[in-house]
């Protein structure tokens, strides 16, 4: 990715977080509890990401005038084109969504997300099954905590 798209793309994630941080802000009390609790942490990490992008623009920057060679140099115009494996792996992401989202709807929340953690890990991610099953089991006992006693709320 160019160095100006990142640096574009990371002020827009800033902005719609900070956006979701002050309308989360106008709920009650109790209600703003989820929202809050997503967008703020999206925030910083997008303001941290905007931060080392400008960064690293700069040193890249500070480089590229120092080496007077690398300056002549002319960049390639085109982009190159997609290894034919990666085509792949897009359309493997999208149908592992779309198994998701079959599952949560058919299954439920808390049945469906630790079938498809596990599986996803184990035969996606390559992890071993120790792994897998540990990540799925945290992962659902975390939400149990968050949401049923600290929330006190259903999924």
Known sequence: MK???EIGFATLL?????MFVILGWGYAKRPR????TLSIPGL???????????VKSKRAGKKQDADPE???????????????????????VWAWIIVLALGINFLGFMIA???????FLRFFAKRSWKIST???ASFVLAVYLVFYVG???TL
Request: charged share 20%; proline share 8%.
């Open 134 to 136: 540990i990540i799925a």
């Open 14 to 18: 800033v902005i719609i977080f900070a």
């Open 44 to 54: 910083a990490f997008s303001v941290i990401h905007l931060a080392n992008s400008i």
């Open 70 to 92: 690398a300056s002549a140099k002319k960049p390639l115009k085109h982009q190159k084109a997609p290894l034919p494996g990666e085509g792949r792996k897009i359309l493997e």
């Open 33 to 36: 509890i989820v929202p809050l």
């Open 3 to 5: 160095k100006a798209e």
């Open 151 to 153: 929330l006190r709320t």
């Open 113 to 119: 997300i630790p079938i498809f953690l596990l599986a």
